[in-house]
């Protein structure tokens, strides 16, 4: 995912990696505060946290977690993809019969009406 954000012209300027993993691994449902550590000062910045797939959160919250208690100000998560299992709930399956009748459209976000 990096490699791929730094090959805009816009972004690479704003790009910083600040996490590696951390003592405590952050699992695919199981989050940690632990699970990252920052290697950067974050002190009262803004930081976007860029995720490939957000399936559960668990890692996202990881990585907002750590961001926070090093002092970031504000932090955002942006997946890039996202996995739907429609066999979670009542609610997910029917978000995905909802989705998977309408077209594509690079405009429109799936999740909206």
Excluded: Y
């Excluded at 695919?28 to 797939?53: E, K, Y």
């Excluded at 977690?65 to 299992?85: F, T």
């Amino acid at each position: 995912m990096e490699s791929t954000l730094r090959k805009s012209r816009t972004l690479v300027r704003q790009l910083d990696s600040l996490l590696v993993p951390g003592p405590v691994k952050a699992g695919h449902n199981r989050a940690s505060d632990r699970g990252f550590t920052v290697t950067s000062t974050v002190q009262d910045r803004s930081v976007l946290l860029v995720d490939d797939t957000f399936t559960t959160g668990a890692r996202a919250q990881s990585a907002a977690s750590a961001l926070q208690q090093a002092g970031a100000r504000v932090v955002a998560i942006v997946p890039v993809g996202r996995v739907i299992n429609p066999d979670f709930s009542q609610e997910t399956e029917a978000l995905w019969d909802r989705a998977t009748r309408q077209l594509f459209d690079f405009g429109r976000c799936c999740l909206e009406p």
